[in-house]
């Protein structure tokens, strides 16, 4: 009697390994895109207003920034900077930066007037659930200035670039 009992306890304690958990609570396995390496988002309505401001009307602008050439890689440093800035770094990781090097280049280039239109989300949507403090805009811009200095854009433009966007704070940061 004893060792049925045993067996019937034993069975109810031990680990089902035929659940699938995933299943259970919702979760879905994202997969990259083969073509673009970007993993899928929810669906939203593209817009250049996304972008968070009008775009520069001076066509100087984009070539202090090297043309789409230089405007790539820009965008592209900036983001390899954040991911690699121990001030920053957490929160890029498990974030699709292959979508935002993209999305980055796309909003640089549109606000430059360099011939792109924006496909991302707006600044609001974008930011949301990411708890960006006002110290950790100020080490991305840092890393934006960096990446503009490789490029030998002149300070001038710098900062008449980093004017534009600051407008942008209030959107991204939310704590
Ligand atoms: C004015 C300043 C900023 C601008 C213009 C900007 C621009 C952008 C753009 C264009 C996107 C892509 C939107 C999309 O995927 O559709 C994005 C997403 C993102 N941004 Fe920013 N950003 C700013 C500040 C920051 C700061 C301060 C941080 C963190 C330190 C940050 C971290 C991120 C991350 C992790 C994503 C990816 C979110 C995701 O895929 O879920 N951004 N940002």
């Given at each position: 009697m004893f060792s049925i009992i045993l067996t019937l306890v034993m069975l109810q304690e031990s680990?089902?390994?035929?659940?699938?958990w995933d299943k259970e609570f919702g979760v879905e396995e994202k997969v990259r895109?083969?073509?673009?390496g970007e993993f899928p988002i929810e669906p939203f309505a593209p817009d250049n207003?996304?972008?968070?401001a009008e775009p520069f009307d001076n066509a100087k602008m984009a070539s202090y920034f090297g043309g789409h050439e230089g405007i790539r890689k820009i965008a592209e440093r900036t983001v390899e900077l954040s991911e690699q800035?121990?001030?920053?770094?957490a929160i890029f990781v498990a974030r699709d930066t292959v979508r935002l090097k993209r999305t980055l280049f796309e909003q640089f280039c549109y606000l430059l007037d360099a011939g792109c239109d924006y496909s991302g989300r707006d600044m609001i949507t974008a930011h949301?659930?990411?708890?960006?403090?006002m110290a950790d805009l100020n080490a991305l811009v840092e890393n934006l200035q960096k990446a503009m200095r490789e490029e030998r854009v002149p300070f001038a433009v710098q900062n008449r670039f980093l004017a534009k966007l600051a407008p942008m704070s209030k959107d991204v940061v939310t704590r």
């Open positions: 680990p089902a390994s035929n659940i699938d895109d083969p073509l673009t207003a996304n972008a968070g800035d121990p001030r920053i770094s949301a659930d990411l708890g960006v403090k």
